[in-house]
Structures are given as structure tokens and as C-alpha cells.
């Protein structure tokens, strides 16, 4: 292949490549392309064999792949294009703007257009948006060896050969499925449904979200899902590998998002400085005009704390006790939520069992606090003054209430997210942590005024 848009040599960086990856597997490449130039990577693939440059293309852990295809001429894309597989083309065509795409989009054959059109017309995350179109599948009428031979023709343009679909030869129903080693076992004469797995198989809907495709190839063992439409009639297949990529793609940027900022959305290294900037800053600002009611909170009581300072040593205990019972509710929910053992309407079966829980766990830190107010006192290690018992009590009682609604409300965040149609990621630690910091003070100051009013207050 020859590249028109590229400098006629090479750089330093793809001269490296070539002569430093001899003998290297397809992963390898893939990871040495990764740390080059766009222009050097694509001249380093269109100097490959055709076979070896459409293996390394195909894998979704190539990051510039679009960039690459969008900078190589039409006629060396088309050849490339031709040999990936489907679902993976039209996630790269799906990376790049209105023109390149259709420059690409009118170098490929018209069966292979409808075909990626197809896929691109079905929403991100679903069964559809990460199907792919080349699977193994015959009539019902065949026999075994008919089949044996069909798939030594075609397995290498299909995504996998490890379940053969079978079809009513009329409707184009999917009947049965066949695994590979039933098929290869099977009598050469008999009927192929006479190997084939006995009930109905398993199959999606095209626009069934990827999370719940997981849960059936988990549920049932299987390395490849069919995804059928409303008359049975087979679309496509999910495989197991392309969900792994998709959901570690997703437990990316749920991770990033839990962690108080916008997905980055490529890999650390690769993003730009303003980049950065542009991710976190908001969040933070948002965060920081949220710890701006805990300012307001100290300030309504400024006169507490004028005639108790001895509070305000308690006030990072109190706080940070609360924003990590808030913190572990809400990272459990979110999981439970993502794995499907929860769904919105138990909201009530997680508050009912939240409200002991935190009762108990603010408990437990209420205790270990007043224990430490007692021995801190009674080992002149600190003075506390002359109320210092009730000052431990009402640390104890403050801890109990702050813990319990920390609990409380970073397990029901994740319900109201998903109610209002967000992501319940986006229910990050710092932002639940500063929700409950506003609410722990205006809790701590109102059992100090219950506990301590008449003697410090």
C-alpha cells in the first residue's frame, strides 16, 4: 500500500518500529503503534502485509485507528476497511467528522455499506451498537457435512466459528445453535439438527442495553449471544470479547466520573494539557461552591462556637465520618445497581436496611470517639473542661445522627440519578462527601445546642 497524504520518509520513531518489532504478536504491535506519531503509525501499517496491517485494525485497543484511515488515501482505506470486520469499522467511521466519514463511507462495496449502516443506526450501548454482522448460519435442511464445509470456506471472514446459527429455511428464523464441538463430532450424513442444543436458544433484542447482554452470556456460559429482532430472524452477534472491551471502556469513565470530574474519554498520557483543565475544572468549581454552604453552616453558628471552641475540634471528625459512610452507601448501590441485583423500585428495601446500618456504624464511631474524649481526659493528655462528659456525649449522639444520614443519603442518590434518567456514577464521592458536610454540621450544632444548652451553650 502506498500513503499519498504522508512524507515520502519514514521517521525516526516508525524506522524504530519496524526494526525493533520483528517477531512481536499482534498485542505487541498494537501497544508499540500506540506510542507513535498518527502519520508514523499509519506508514508503519501500510508498509505490513494487508493481512497482518487489517489484524492489528480490528483491535479496539488501537487508539487512533480513525485518525489513521482518515489520513491514508481512499483507495489503501477501502482495502483495509474491506478486511475488518464490521461492528469494528463502524465504530471507527462513527470517530470521525461528517466528510471523512462519507470519503470512507463511499470507498466500500454497496454489501458492506448496508451492512455497517446498518449497525451504525443503532444506539451506543446496546446489543445492537456492538453486534457484528459476520456470523456462521445455515439452513436447517442441511446435513453435518455440509455445514463442516461451508464453515472451512467462510470462518475466515467471520468473527468467530465457535457457534454456527441454524435457520428455518423459509422464514430465516433462528432455531437452534450449533457449537463447534457437537458439529465436528456429529455423524456426516445426520441432519445438523440432530447436534444441535436442545430448547431455544438464547438471543437479545438489538436495542437491549450491554449491561444486561453481560449479565445473559455470563448467566449462560456462552462466547457469542445472537441478537434477533421482533420476528426472530437473526441480526447479528455479541461475542464476549467485544463486551469486555465495551464494559472495560464503561468502568473507565464510571471510576473517573466517581471520582469527582468529567470522563477523560482517551488515556491519561494522551490528553492534552487544556484537556485536563477542562475535565476537572468544573467539577471542582461545583464542589467547591457546594463546601461554600459548610462556610455559610459555621457561620450561623458563630456564637456556638464562640462560647464552646472546644467543639471545633471535633468539627474534621464529625465531617469526614459522615462524607465516608455517605462515600461506602453510595459506591455499594451503584454496584448493585450495575450488576443488576437492585433495580429502582427497591429503593425502600435499601432505605429500611440503611437506617440500622448507619445507626449501628454511627454507633460504633460514637463510641470510639467518646472512649477517646474519656482517656484523653483522664490521662491529662488534653483538658476538655469542666463538661467534658457531656461534650463525649454529644459527640457520641452527633456521630450516630451523621453516620445514619450519610448512609442514607448516599444509598438513595443513586435511585434519584437513575429515576431522573442520569448515570448513577455521577453520584461521586466528593460530591456526596460535601453533600454531608454541609448536613453533618447543621446536625452536629443542634445536638451540641440539645445536649450542652445551660452549661457550655
Known amino acids: 500500500m502506498n500513503i499519498n497524504r504522508f512524507p515520502l520518509r519514514a521517521g525516526h520513531a516508525a524506522r524504530a518500529f519496524i526494526n525493533n518489532s520483528r517477531g512481536a504478536t499482534i498485542a505487541e504491535r498494537v501497544e508499540a503503534l500506540n506510542a507513535l506519531s498518527v502519520q508514523d503509525a499509519g506508514r508503519v501499517l501500510c ?23 482518515a489520513l491514508i488515501s481512499a483507495e489503501d482505506a477501502a482495502r483495509l476497511l474491506h478486511g475488518m470486520s464490521n461492528d469494528r469499522v463502524a465504530d471507527v467511521l462513527l470517530e470521525l467528522d461528517g466528510e471523512t466519514r462519507a470519503r470512507l463511507f463511499s470507498s ?20 445492537g451498537g456492538i453486534m457484528t ?133 482517551q488515556p491519561y498520557m494522551k490528553i492534552s494539557f487544556a484537556g485536563m483543565i477542562r475535565k476537572r475544572a468544573g467539577w471542582l468549581a461545583a464542589l467547591f461552591l457546594g463546601e461554600m454552604l459548610t462556610a455559610s453552616a459555621m457561620q450561623h453558628f458563630e456564637g456556638e462556637l464562640e462560647k464552646a471552641v472546644v467543639l471545633t475540634l471535633f468539627i474534621p471528625l464529625i465531617m ?30 435499601v432505605l429500611l436496611r440503611e437506617l440500622p446500618t448507619g445507626v449501628v456504624l454511627g454507633a460504633i464511631l460514637g463510641l470510639v470517639g467518646f ?40 444509598s438513595m442518590l443513586p435511585f434519584v440519578l437513575q429515576k431522573l434518567r442520569l448515570d448513577p456514577a455521577s453520584a461521586s464521592a466528593p460530591f456526596v462527601a460535601t453533600l454531608v458536610d454541609v448536613t453533618g454540621l447543621v446536625i452536629y450544632f443542634s445536638v451540641a445546642l440539645l445536649i450542652l444548652s445551660g452549661t457550655l451553650l
Request: include cysteine; charged fraction near 20%; glycine fraction near 8%.
Open 47 to 69: 508498509g505490513m502485509p494487508l493481512d497482518y496491517a487489517v489484524n492489528i485494525l480490528d483491535r479496539p485497543e488501537l487508539r487512533n485507528a480513525a485518525q489513521i484511515l
Open 133 to 265: 454482522t459476520e456470523f456462521v448460519s445455515v439452513p436447517d435442511s442441511w446435513t453435518v457435512a455440509r455445514t463442516l464445509d461451508h464453515v472451512r470456506q467462510v470462518e475466515r471472514s467471520r468473527e468467530t466459528v465457535y457457534a454456527i446459527y441454524v435457520l428455518d429455511e423459509v422464514s430465516h428464523a433462528l432455531l437452534h445453535v450449533v457449537t463447534l464441538r457437537r458439529l465436528i463430532t456429529g455423524e456426516p450424513d445426520a441432519s445438523i439438527l440432530s447436534v444441535a442444543q436442545k430448547g431455544a436458544p438464547v438471543s437479545a433484542d438489538p436495542l437491549m442495553k450491554q449491561e444486561d447482554v453481560a449479565r445473559l452470556i455470563r448467566k449462560h456460559d456462552l462466547l457469542a449471544l445472537p441478537v434477533t429482532d421482533e420476528h426472530g430472524q437473526m441480526l447479528g452477534i455479541v461475542t464476549v470479547d467485544d463486551v469486555i472491551d465495551t464494559m472495560i471502556s464503561d468502568t473507565t469513565e464510571a471510576a473517573q466520573r466517581f471520582g469527582g470530574m468529567e470522563a477523560l474519554g
Open 320 to 349: 469526614s465520618s459522615g462524607g465516608n459512610s455517605g462515600s461506602q452507601a453510595t459506591s455499594l448501590i451503584i454496584r448493585a445497581l450495575a450488576l443488576g441485583e437492585l433495580k429502582l423500585s427497591d429503593w425502600w428495601k
Open 371 to 410: 472512649v477517646r474524649i474519656v482517656f484523653w481526659q483522664s490521662a491529662g493528655l488534653y483538658d476538655y473542661g469542666p463538661h467534658w462528659q457531656m461534650v463525649a456525649v454529644t459527640v457520641f449522639a452527633a456521630l450516630i445522627g451523621i453516620v445514619t444520614f450519610g448512609s442514607i443519603c448516599g
Open 108 to 127: 466500500l462495496d454497496e454489501p458492506v455499506r448496508i451492512a455497517i449502516q446498518h449497525l451504525m443506526g443503532y444506539p451506543p450501548r446496546t446489543a
